[in-house]
């Protein structure tokens, strides 16, 4: 079993629309959990940070996570063409290696106007 | 300059050339690593610095050999690669704390590798 699954889409939605991405984890000493979104020839860019279980909002975007479940989400509402990117979750921790990140393959997202 | 910058952006090569990638952070931090993304695969962690320090050699075969002369600059030296090397190659910067903490890494834009 791979350490973090995540979907790879790809991903279409229009306009407006209630994105929902999610990804699973095997690993339960991981505490620390990102969402990074990858525009097409860039490098990743830190979108959403948690610690342990709960729920963050910024903006358009909720990021939700479910330790007990092993299960975390990442919500855009009101996608707009501008979110068009593949979003990666990324998550570290346990064992004095806080800074080793695990990545899931990423999911390709297109919102179409 | 802000941030993470890579050169080069791309770069082809052949099986026999020699050639190296630059990274430089702008964000002073004390950690730095490398990574490989491949098209279908999670970011491959293959190697970090920490303080100056190699602290991790993910199994990377030693074609591709790094530097930390400091801790603002990273340089990967490849030579001798193989197709299935070519990639993406990202370098990411955070600041590791002594009680650690999930530190945030912020990546460049990588180099479009090809080998031929």
């Known amino acids: 079993q791979k350490e973090v699954e995540q979907d790879p889409g790809p991903l279409s939605v229009p306009e407006g629309a209630i994105v929902s991405l999610n990804c699973t984890y095997s690993?339960?000493?991981?505490?620390?959990f990102m969402w990074y979104r990858q525009y097409s020839r860039k490098g990743p860019e830190l979108l959403m940070y948690?610690?342990?279980?709960g729920n963050k909002e910024d903006g358009r975007f909720t990021a939700q996570v479910d330790k007990s479940s092993k299960y975390i989400s990442l919500f855009i509402r009101d996608s707009q063409p501008s979110d068009s990117a593949t979003y990666l979750c990324?998550?570290?921790?346990?064992?004095?290696?806080?800074?080793?990140?695990?990545f899931g393959k990423g999911t390709l997202l297109t919102v179409n106007p | 300059e802000t941030g993470v910058t890579q050169t080069p952006r791309h770069l082809v090569m052949g099986m026999t050339n020699k050639k190296s990638l630059k990274c430089e952070q702008h964000?002073?931090?004390?950690?730095m690593y490398w990574y490989k993304q491949s098209a279908k695969k999670p970011l491959e962690l293959m190697f970090v610095?920490?303080?100056?320090?190699?602290?991790e050699n993910n199994s990377v075969p030693s074609r591709f050999s790094p530097e930390c002369p400091n801790s603002s600059h990273l340089f990967l030296h490849l030579h001798t690669l193989q197709p299935e090397d070519s990639a993406l190659y990202l370098c990411?910067?955070?600041?590791?704390?002594?009680?650690?903490?999930?530190?945030?890494?912020?990546f460049g834009p990588g180099t479009r590798l090809l080998v031929l």
């Open positions: 964000l002073g931090h004390n950690a």
């Open positions: 690993n339960s000493a991981f505490q620390y």
């Open positions: 990411a910067s955070s600041q590791v704390s002594a009680a650690g903490g999930g530190e945030t890494q912020y």
């Open positions: 948690t610690y342990s279980s």
């Open positions: 610095y920490n303080f100056k320090e190699q602290t």
């Open positions: 990324a998550m570290s921790g346990g064992g004095g290696s806080n800074y080793k990140l695990t």
